[in-house]
């Protein structure tokens, strides 16, 4: 279920919030269904079934633990799961992945765009790879393994070897891969595929 708009509404001379909501079907946008339900009725929250889940949006994650559990489980992260691993010792970390999502991916084409950048505050040396982000849409249909090993060579263009990744230490990790997903767009509802290859490293500012 996904909410669309909120309305209030005058009911036998009460306000109340009602969503208006779609009901997806998965891989068939004639058989969505919408509605109105009573905001008092419903709670906030996602499905955390991800080895079955497709996509869930970055801001639906309730903390660092959850996100990383998305990424190691997700049935759709593979292509995250191979970049973190080019990091050993930089933990994911929900929120400078919402930063790198929100501030960084200027080629996205989620429902997680955002044209009004987050604060950063609690975060310091952040270092961002656009070079590599604007190569992989580039190549968004070009295979997980060339993917990775277009990757792997930039890194190491900007000076961030393997060896080098393996020493760094205090660096958080934040990403968000949207490799290709189905889905449907936020504006009208119609079927399209969801894109966003972000990654950067940052330090918790103490």
């Given at each position: 279920?996904?909410?669309?708009?909120?309305?209030?509404?005058?009911?036998?001379?009460?306000?109340?919030?009602?969503?208006?909501?779609?009901?997806?079907?998965?891989?068939?946008?004639?058989?969505?269904?919408?509605?109105?339900?009573?905001?008092?009725?419903?709670?906030?929250?996602?499905?955390?079934?991800?080895?079955?889940?497709?996509?869930?949006?970055?801001?639906?994650?309730?903390?660092?633990?959850?996100?990383?559990?998305?990424?190691?489980?997700?049935?759709?992260?593979?292509?995250?799961?191979?970049?973190?691993?080019?990091?050993?010792?930089?933990?994911?970390?929900?929120?400078?992945?919402?930063?790198?999502?929100?501030?960084?991916?200027?080629?996205?084409?989620?429902?997680?765009?955002?044209?009004?950048?987050?604060?950063?505050?609690?975060?310091?040396?952040?270092?961002?790879?656009s070079s590599i982000q604007k190569w992989l849409y580039a190549h968004e249909k070009a295979s997980n393994a060339t993917k990775l090993a277009g990757i792997e060579k930039l890194l190491d263009k900007e000076g961030y070897t393997a060896n080098k990744r393996a020493a760094m230490?205090?660096?958080?990790?934040?990403?968000?891969?949207?490799?290709?997903?189905?889905?449907?767009?936020?504006?009208?509802?119609?079927?399209?595929?969801?894109?966003?290859?972000?990654?950067?490293?940052?330090?918790?500012?103490?």
């Amino acid at each position: 279920m996904y909410r669309k708009a909120t309305f209030t509404m005058l009911h036998n001379k009460k306000q109340s919030t009602y969503y208006y909501v779609r009901m997806q079907a998965d891989g068939n946008s004639s058989k969505n269904a919408y509605g109105y339900v009573a905001a008092s009725q419903v709670a906030a929250g996602h499905n955390t079934n991800y080895k079955q889940i497709d996509y869930t949006q970055i801001d639906q994650f309730t903390d660092s633990t959850d996100y990383q559990n998305y990424i190691q489980n997700g049935k759709k992260q593979k292509l995250a799961r191979s970049i973190v691993k080019l990091f050993p010792n930089s933990q994911v970390d929900l929120g400078l992945s919402r930063i790198a999502a929100h501030d960084y991916d200027t080629f996205e084409s989620t429902p997680d765009g955002d044209s009004t950048p987050i604060s950063k505050k609690g975060y310091a040396d952040i270092k961002s790879f656009s070079s590599i982000q604007k190569w992989l849409y580039a190549h968004e249909k070009a295979s997980n393994a060339t993917k990775l090993a277009g990757i792997e060579k930039l890194l190491d263009k900007e000076g961030y070897t393997a060896n080098k990744r393996a020493a760094m230490s205090g660096y958080k990790l934040g990403i968000q891969i949207v490799n290709n997903i189905p889905g449907y767009s936020s504006e009208n509802d119609k079927p399209t595929r969801w894109k966003g290859y972000v990654f950067i490293l940052g330090r918790v500012d103490k």
